[in-house]
């Protein structure tokens, strides 16, 4: 009776709507009957609408109504769970009462052939993404029929929630996100393989069951990546579940008629803009015959075999309170590794595979090629309101002999015309002006333009980069770009575990390293004496190197040096040895370590009076990329 006091006045109209129609169409109201009939039998004289409703309550009528509806029987609403691990159909959770959500719950997987350990473990995982969610599932061991018994939690858009409950589906219908399933390998030794790929359509599970299908699981493929795209990798058992669930006056046949003309716009969207790439590509040859010779990419194909115009594989990636400065998200770009994709039997760049990897697919794995890097550092500099594109062209590369080899890279253009370069795989700027790696520039995009180089040289030591000027570069019509497939919006970053669990983390890998210094001293029967002071010290140096590399700014040395100087007495040496890594896997970081002579002479130190430092300082990321600085340390008085 108070429900317009403890609501909001324009979520009550939606709330009656949606227990009139749930009234309407089961029992409820014979129910009632029953219970009023009783009362009258009964002699209860009392027959206002307030005691109606408490007899109603006592018998828990109103309770089943709010527990089939999904809704907690409480005057304010719950907060939606981030995430929930059950492994059946029944669900009982605490859901906001406003929203909507689809439960993707995994029931198993069998057909996973190459993913099976031959003489190692290795585990499983499956990671999800939709609507700016995110969330990871547990390791499961790897093996033909992985037990993958978890379910995700993901809130529908509002816009569709509030159209679930009507029997307009034209919000629902227009929410063509579909839910992006990552399957990923974990080996003991860290590494990870992004084995499989898939692109679940949620819409028509909701329609099935609105049709009262009586088939709760279905099986869907897990296709391969790359060169193996055409070829499934395993089978997932999954089931989609709408909560609280929809209202059945959705009109099922309309909605499935209006899927089906989304496809075909979609493929004449499609066709349309391959018809204008190719005219604009004629025209583009037109200008100049020698430009087909040109590094001009109009498409890519992703991670499924499928061909996408470059502009839509970037999209703005606010990365909230996880990164401070665009210089910090360089840093993290370039913090995931370098991974190359080959084609079956080749090795080198000759038998490179260029693919270009869904922007989940790389946060998951952790590590993607070069054009991966770029798209990845431009869209998060676009979160950052910077005017950043990628840009394609060549660079000189010391591996190849300082021959200039085909590149990509990221360009922020300023408003006064000032140009910055980035190198997303080392986190360096330049400016234009200074000298920099890149040797020529031949097209350039972004989520909102693609331009062309049209000059008559595309060596950026020869051409201008106004891109404005129609003379400079080519344009693509920014309505063409518009058109582009846009379910695939970027992903969010999740924060790194390794935020809250830093100093734990340092101190145990300290702990590991200062073992392993221990016990090679001991095999040359040298006794090893730590000294804590001086390892506090040494955190300074390893701040500042972390700041240097993710801003640019030198800072703290003067007050480093001083504090050394004065700790280390007359007479005594003080030798460091600073070194970085992505990883915390002590045995490879000492065997590394080790290997360089600058850090074995440290660790294998001979004098009077000698004593060890080590100093580990972990930088988190988001993602699970970190910076592991890593600083060994000895004083001494040397002996002649």
Not at 312 to 333: C, E, K, S
Not at 607 to 616: E, P, T, Y
Request: glycine letters at 8%.
């Amino acid at each position: 009776g108070n429900m317009e006091e403890l609501l909001p006045a324009e979520r009550v109209e939606g709330l009656r709507q949606m227990i009139h129609e749930h009234v309407a169409r089961g029992d409820v109201h014979g129910r009632i009957k029953a219970c009023i009939s009783e009362m009258l039998a009964a002699g209860d004289s009392d027959m206002s609408e307030a005691h109606i409703r408490q007899v109603l309550r006592e018998r828990g009528l109103v309770d089943d109504v709010l527990k089939s509806l999904g809704y907690a029987h409480e005057s304010t609403p719950k907060p939606a769970l981030p995430t929930a691990h059950v492994a059946g159909p029944e669900i009982a959770l605490p859901l906001n009462v406003f929203k909507r959500y689809i439960y993707v719950s995994f029931h198993g997987g069998r057909a996973f052939m190459e993913t099976r350990s031959e003489g190692e473990e290795a585990s499983l995982s499956l990671n999800v993404c939709f609507n700016g969610q995110r969330f990871r599932g547990a390791h499961v061991l790897a093996c033909t029929e992985p037990s993958f018994t978890e379910g995700f939690l993901l809130e529908i858009p509002a816009s569709v929630s509030s159209t679930l409950g009507s029997a307009i589906p034209d919000a629902f219908l227009a929410c063509s996100e579909p839910v992006h399933i990552v399957v990923l390998r974990h080996e003991l030794s860290g590494d990870t393989t992004h084995i499989g790929t898939h692109s679940l359509d949620w819409r028509p599970h909701v329609l099935r069951t609105l049709e009262g299908s009586t088939s709760a699981f279905q099986a869907i493929e897990v296709f391969g990546i790359g060169a193996a795209s055409a070829v499934p990798v395993g089978v997932l058992h999954v089931r989609v579940d709408v909560l609280p669930g929809p209202a059945a006056t959705m009109d099922v046949a309309i909605a499935r008629s209006q899927l089906a003309l989304e496809r075909a716009r979609t493929v004449d969207a499609e066709r349309i803009f391959l018809v204008y790439a190719k005219q604009w590509w004629r025209e583009f040859l037109e200008v100049r015959p020698t430009h087909n010779q040109r590094l001009v990419k109009i498409f890519a194909q992703d991670e499924q075999g499928v061909n996408r115009p470059a502009s839509a594989f970037v999209q703005p990636l606010d990365a909230g309170r996880l990164l401070d400065t665009p210089r910090a998200a360089g840093r993290f770009v370039a913090l995931m590794p370098l991974d190359r994709a080959a084609a079956v039997g080749e090795m080198g760049n000759s038998g490179r595979v260029e693919q270009w990897a869904h922007a989940h697919s790389m946060l998951c794995r952790g590590k993607g090629d070069v054009e991966d890097h770029a798209v990845l550092l431009c869209s998060l500099l676009l979160g950052f309101g910077l005017n950043a594109f990628v840009c394609v062209g060549t660079k000189l590369t010391a591996s190849a002999g300082n021959r200039a080899v085909a590149h990509a890279w990221v360009a922020t253009l300023g408003p006064d015309g000032e140009v910055a370069f980035w190198e997303s795989l080392t986190a360096e700027r330049f400016a234009y002006t200074e000298p920099h790696p890149f040797r020529t520039l031949d097209c350039l995009f972004n989520h909102r333009a693609f331009l062309a180089n049209i000059q008559p040289s595309s060596s950026l030591s020869e051409c201008s980069i106004d891109i404005h000027n129609e003379l400079f570069f080519k344009a693509m019509s920014p309505d063409a770009i518009r058109s582009l497939d846009r379910r695939w919006p970027a992903p969010p970053l999740l924060a790194n575990p390794l935020e809250a669990e830093r100093m734990a983390a340092e101190h145990a890998l300290e702990r590991e390293l200062r073992g392993f210094v221990a016990e090679v001293r001991a095999e040359q029967g040298l006794g090893t004496a730590w000294d804590a002071p001086l390892s506090r010290i040494l955190n300074q140096a390893l701040f500042a190197y972390e700041l240097q590399r993710s801003t640019g700014a030198v800072a703290g040395n003067e007050e480093f040096q001083q504090a050394i100087k004065t700790y280390i007495p007359q007479g005594h040496t003080f030798k460091g040895y600073p070194v970085q890594y992505t990883h915390t896997h002590g045995g490879r970081i000492f065997a590394a370590c080790r290997a360089a002579a600058a850090c074995a002479e440290i660790i294998n130190a001979r004098g009077d009076q000698v004593s060890h430092a080590l100093r580990v300082r972990i930088f988190a990321y988001p993602e699970r990329v970190a910076a592991v600085w890593i600083m060994v340390a000895t004083k001494y008085r040397a002996i002649t």
